[in-house]
């Protein structure tokens, strides 16, 4: 079992700065991928950013240049921070941890609001 502690959401105005944490805990292996998702109200949960245990990352084009992934394997926490924030940026973030087995554990959702 794999639990996902989320935090860091929260308000923020058009261009500012929020970090998002992921904290896991339970049998995490090095060798686990993380990603941070995000879904709308009314719309489809999709990719933000993931890394994996090389720490070689992948991002959505609306975010590229603006989000940053990383991990602290020591902490088995992943973020994410979030720079030039846009309105449409607004939605509940998730963090997931895919196991080698390719099962997916996801964390509780923590919102971000941008206002303009």
């Known amino acids: 079992q794999v639990q996902l502690v989320e935090s860091g959401g929260g308000l923020v105005q058009a261009g500012g700065s929020l970090r998002l944490s992921c904290a896991a805990s339970g049998n995490v292996a090095s060798s686990a991928t993380m990603s941070w998702h995000r879904q709308a109200p009314g719309k489809q949960r999709d990719m933000v950013a993931t890394?994996?245990?090389?720490?070689?990352?992948r991002y959505a084009d609306s975010v590229k240049g603006r989000f940053t992934i990383s991990r602290d394997n020591a902490k088995n926490t992943v973020y994410l921070q979030m720079n030039s924030l846009k309105p449409e940026d607004t939605a509940v973030y998730y963090c997931?941890?895919?196991?080698?087995?390719?099962?997916?554990?996801w964390g509780q959702g923590t919102q971000v609001t941008v206002s303009s």
């Open positions: 890394i994996n245990s090389s720490g070689n990352t």
């Open positions: 997931r941890l895919t196991t080698g087995f390719g099962y997916n554990y």
